[in-house]
């Protein structure tokens, strides 16, 4: 038997793998912080032409090609402002950090459309808290962020009438007197909390596990959850969301490529079995 054929469909099964991963692009193109893939395949190991021959680079031919594996883009996808006081966006490098209250695992995502339980802390829409630090002096670690207009350790003769999040990921308080006659200055902005953001050493080892979240955080190499603005972080956009990455002209593209990489590979095992036909008509 031709070795084209078993080499041809290991070329369809990848066009075909590949095929999916366009499709899921352009399945989430109006997902928020979806993150676009792309197939990488990987020729298959060669096998000499004669095991005593010592010309190397003549002697070899490839098996076909197998998928190596299914990249993630990060480049920055647009910001779009939509009003909504709990939806945020990172502008430049770096993942929020949301933590799964029944298993404690962490995870990192770039979508924040995030919404307030009926306790107060900022969730993904699966009930999964966003990290970041506390102004409570009671907490000295990084812990879910609650955003409250009553804090325990509000200011004196004060009471909160809204609340901001700042690019630096500062969720403060505006707060007014209580005093009467109200003082000629008004109360300073009070920080209640700060959404924090983290960056990784090497994005390209986190995994996709769905809802638009990561796993495997530790083999990234996270390097800091940190101030977002500083150290290479990208800054908090508030009342904005970041849409897919996912560039439609570019899917498009490469799906044409596919297909005609696809006819390709069929079009090598139509002509291998017209061979073999030749081959058997030699015997009539």
Not at 143 to 155: E, F, G, K, M, Q
Not at 208 to 234: C, D, I, Q, T, W
């Amino acid at each position: 038997m031709l070795r084209s054929l078993n080499t041809a469909v290991t070329g369809l099964r990848f066009q075909q793998e590949k095929l999916d991963v366009i499709g899921n692009n352009i399945a989430n193109v109006n997902t928020v912080g979806f993150r676009a893939g792309r197939a990488q395949g990987a020729d298959v190991f060669s096998q000499k032409l004669s095991q005593f021959s010592n010309n190397t680079t003549a002697s070899g031919i490839g098996n076909g090609v197998s998928l190596a594996q299914v990249s993630n883009s990060f480049a920055q996808g647009n910001i779009d402002s939509t009003g909504q006081p709990y939806d945020m966006a990172i502008d430049g490098s770096g993942f929020f950090v949301v933590r799964d209250t029944a298993t404690t695992a962490t995870y990192a995502t770039r979508a924040g459309d995030f919404r307030a339980d009926a306790q107060g802390f900022l969730t993904t829409s699966d009930g999964m808290r966003v990290q970041g630090v506390s102004s409570d002096p009671d907490v000295t670690t990084t812990s879910d962020i609650r955003i409250t207009l009553t804090p325990s350790n509000l200011p004196a003769d004060t009471e909160a009438v809204s609340w901001r999040i700042d690019s630096n990921g500062d969720v403060n308080l505006t707060l007014r007197s209580t005093l009467v006659p109200p003082p000629a200055t008004p109360p300073a902005p009070f920080k209640i909390a700060q959404i924090q953001v983290q960056t990784f050493k090497d994005i390209n080892a986190l995994s996709k596990v769905g809802n638009n979240r990561f796993s495997n955080l530790a083999a990234a190499g996270p390097s800091g959850l940190g101030v977002a603005g500083e150290g290479g972080r990208g800054q908090i956009r508030w009342q904005s969301l970041e849409q897919a990455n996912v560039d439609l002209a570019t899917q498009f593209t490469d799906l044409m490529v596919t297909q005609r990489g696809y006819q390709a590979n069929a079009k090598i095992i139509t002509t291998s079995d017209e061979i073999l036909q030749e081959l058997i008509n030699l015997k009539r």
